[in-house]
């Protein structure tokens, strides 16, 4: 739809070209994430295995029930086109993780069709496994940050300016994370691997005569060489990308916001500042001989502004304060 030669924009422009693109903040939240995802195996892997999960205990009554036995935070499908809704399901791993282990473990004992044994013998390995606890770590760090921004931004009363503000900010957050929460969500996957039954774990990988501490799909390879590699294929591009793919996405709602900045930071600018910008704004909402404002007319009354306040405020905070003591 953001097309600018045939799409819905280009098609707006046509009627009146004075008309500013602004994506859907929510949407494009959702597009960086499924940007994400797509871009390292171990992500689509690990998504692959959490649906699994839901998939195992939802096919029947008997298995669901075991589970809603051990769970205090369900196991939750989700959509394709809501790829931060992800964070309600991956919540129940990240917190839960022995207990849905020990519903599988259950599930394998009580069930008498061979290939659900199978299925559920080979989940409960890899809800056990170090590798898989770290992504489930980082996945819910990144989905539960760009949830919680995603709600702020659907809020009736959300502002241009504001929204810019949150997603800097998001993006200097997971510019943070990327230096330090790999090495976290190792310290913290190891803590969900102690409150698991490791003894049992172990017992069960000698039976089978394995190498493995935890379930790592190479047996021998160093565990310093396995948490590189993932450092690397995973960690590394899932963030990079979701940082990318953030600043991509938002680049024209800043651009938006900057157009506008003149009704934002008027009282840091001086005089000949003043001017270009509103001028700036002017030609903004100009098209041929008609435009909607007179740019020389709007920084002369910027200037005869009355006293305002000294506090930061948004641009309908200042609006309103207008009005108020302008009534007229």
């Excluded at 039954?197 to 190479?218: G, I």
């Amino acid at each position: 739809m953001k097309g600018r030669n045939r799409g819905v924009q280009a098609r707006l422009l046509q009627k009146n070209p004075r008309a500013l693109y602004v994506p859907c903040v929510s949407h494009s939240l959702n597009l960086v994430v499924a940007d994400a995802a797509k871009a390292s195996t171990d992500a689509i892997s690990y998504f692959g295995n959490v649906q699994k999960l839901y998939t195992l205990f939802s096919a029947a009554p008997q298995r669901w029930a075991i589970l809603k036995e051990h769970l205090t935070i369900a196991l939750k499908s989700w959509s394709d086109t809501r790829w931060e809704s992800r964070v309600n399901s991956i919540e129940a791993v990240r917190y839960q993780a022995p207990n849905i282990r020990e519903a599988l473990l259950e599930v394998r004992d009580k069930v008498t069709d061979p290939l659900t044994k199978v299925e559920a013998q080979s989940l409960a390995e890899e809800v056990g496994s170090y590798r898989f606890l770290i992504c489930t770590v980082v996945w819910y760090d990144i989905l539960h940050h760009v949830n919680h921004v995603s709600k702020l931004l659907q809020s009736a009363t959300m502002q241009l300016d504001v929204a810019v503000d949150l997603l800097t900010k998001a993006n200097m957050s997971l510019t943070s994370y990327r230096d330090t929460g790999f090495a976290a969500a190792q310290a913290t996957a190891k803590d969900m691997c102690e409150e698991m039954n490791v003894e049992a774990v172990l017992k069960e990988k000698r039976m089978r005569s394995t190498k493995k501490h935890f379930a790592y799909e190479a047996p021998d390879e160093p565990i310093a060489d396995a948490m590189k590699r993932l450092e690397t294929t995973f960690f590394n591009v899932v963030v990079d990308t979701t940082i990318e793919s953030l600043k991509d996405r938002f680049e024209t709602l800043g651009e938006v916001r900057a157009r506008f900045g003149v009704l934002l930071n008027f009282k840091k600018l001086d005089g000949v500042e003043l001017c270009n910008q509103c001028d700036k704004l002017c030609s903004t909402l100009s098209t041929g001989d008609g435009g909607d404002i007179n740019g020389k007319e709007l920084a002369l009354e910027i200037t005869n502004l009355p006293s305002l306040p000294t506090c930061e405020m948004t641009a309908l905070e200042l609006l309103s304060f207008i009005h108020k003591k302008n009534p007229e």
